[in-house]
C-alpha cells in the first residue's frame, strides 16, 4: 500500500510496521534477533510489526538495525537557507510568533487635538 498522508495514523502505522517486517524478514531475521541487535525488548518488535503505538526511539532502533534510518533525510529534509535569504534575514529562524493585529490608524486632522 502506498502512503499518500491522508490516511488515519492507525492505518500508517500498520504499514510502517508491515514494512519493517518485511525488510526484517528479507534480512532473515527473526523478531528475537532483532531485539537483541536493536536494544528494544521482543514484545516491542512484535507491537511495531503489528502496527501499536511505541516509543520514537524504539522505532529508530529497529529502523537502524534494518538500514533504513538514512531514509529520515528524505522523510523530513533540512531546511537550508540560500546565501541570499541569509544576507537578508540575517540569521536562521528558531521561532514563529503570531501576527500582530494591526492597530486602528486614525488619521490626525488639524483641529483634532481637543
Avoid: C, Y
Avoid at 41 to 52: D, F, K, P, Y
Avoid at 60 to 71: D, F, P, S, T
Amino acid at each position: 500500500m502506498r502512503i499518500f498522508g491522508n490516511e488515519n495514523n492507525q492505518t500508517i502505522m500498520r504499514e510502517l510496521g508491515q514494512r519493517m517486517q518485511d525488510t526484517r524478514i528479507a534480512m532473515n531475521l527473526t523478531q528475537a534477533q532483532m531485539a537483541e541487535r536493536s536494544g528494544v525488548a521482543l514484545r516491542t518488535v512484535v507491537r511495531i510489526e503489528s502496527g501499536e503505538s511505541v516509543k520514537v526511539e524504539s522505532v529508530l532502533n529497529i529502523l537502524r538495525v534494518l538500514g533504513m534510518l538514512g531514509n529520515l533525510n528524505e522523510m523530513i529534509q533540512e531546511q537550508v537557507l540560500a546565501p541570499t535569504e541569509l544576507i537578508d534575514i540575517g540569521k536562521k529562524r528558531k521561532r514563529v510568533t503570531a501576527a500582530k493585529k494591526e492597530q486602528e490608524k486614525s488619521t490626525w486632522v488639524w483641529g483634532d487635538e481637543k
